[in-house]
């Protein structure tokens, strides 16, 4: 009692835990922070990054089975990007990226911890794409923040009526401003 351990109902004979301690196994089943992962196979498990595990099959994240990954060529990039060699995921999620060989992470993830990816025909808000218009003049800009010739983003949805022509970031902020006005996230607000 008061220990932080938990008793597992798991073959004691097999049981081990495993090079990241956050998961193990026994014959039969794994664990990660001793909940069963469902759908993972024992006999080939293992732990490959903190919160990331393979089997001959899939690619695990914590406890959740990553949709279409394939354990076999399945890679960790960094804590939250991964590959399999036909895909890319963030976390546990595939992208489905437009063009597998000309994917990058950006070396960009602001104070909030926002993540931004991309290839040579769309790019990438953390798990989701974004609805980007032209590519070749996508632009990074800061806090969440980038621009086509068509539009400004935040994070992956358009921020409505801003110019991107003029669009800019005040300072180093969360905020940005355009010909017509200035912006808090996607609201318009008065310039100061």
């Given at each position: 009692?008061?220990?932080?351990?938990?008793?597992?109902?798991?073959?004691h004979?097999?049981?081990?835990?495993?090079?990241?301690?956050?998961?193990?196994?026994?014959?039969?089943?794994?664990?990660?922070?001793?909940?069963?992962?469902?759908?993972?196979?024992?006999?080939?498990?293992?732990?490959?990054?903190?919160?990331?595990?393979?089997?001959?099959?899939?690619?695990?994240?914590?406890?959740?089975?990553?949709?279409?990954?394939?354990?076999?060529?399945?890679?960790?990039?960094?804590?939250?990007?991964?590959?399999d060699?036909?895909?890319?995921?963030?976390?546990?999620?595939?992208?489905?990226?437009?063009?597998?060989?000309?994917?990058?992470?950006?070396?960009?993830?602001?104070?909030q911890?926002?993540?931004?990816?991309?290839?040579?025909?769309?790019?990438?808000?953390?798990?989701?794409?974004?609805?980007?218009?032209?590519?070749?003049?996508?632009?990074?800009?800061?806090?969440?923040?980038?621009?086509?010739?068509?539009?400004?983003?935040?994070?992956?949805?358009?921020?409505?009526?801003?110019?991107?022509?003029?669009?800019?970031?005040?300072?180093?902020?969360?905020?940005?401003?355009?010909?017509?006005?200035?912006?808090?996230?996607?609201?318009?607000?008065?310039c100061?």
């Amino acid at each position: 009692m008061g220990s932080g351990e938990t008793e597992l109902d798991a073959d004691h004979e097999t049981f081990e835990i495993l090079e990241h301690d956050r998961y193990a196994k026994d014959k039969s089943r794994v664990f990660y922070k001793g909940r069963v992962i469902e759908g993972a196979d024992a006999k080939t498990f293992k732990s490959i990054w903190e919160f990331y595990g393979v089997d001959k099959y899939h690619a695990f994240y914590a406890d959740t089975l990553i949709p279409n990954s394939y354990g076999g060529s399945f890679e960790v990039l960094n804590g939250n990007f991964s590959r399999d060699g036909k895909d890319y995921f963030f976390n546990e999620r595939p992208l489905n990226v437009c063009d597998y060989k000309s994917f990058k992470i950006h070396d960009f993830n602001d104070a909030q911890g926002n993540w931004l990816s991309y290839d040579d025909k769309c790019a990438y808000y953390m798990k989701c794409r974004i609805p980007i218009v032209d590519r070749d003049s996508f632009t990074v800009l800061f806090g969440g923040y980038t621009k086509d010739k068509e539009n400004v983003y935040l994070g992956n949805m358009v921020v409505e009526g801003a110019d991107p022509a003029s669009f800019e970031m005040i300072g180093n902020t969360f905020a940005g401003k355009d010909k017509h006005s200035c912006f808090n996230g996607f609201d318009r607000v008065e310039c100061l």
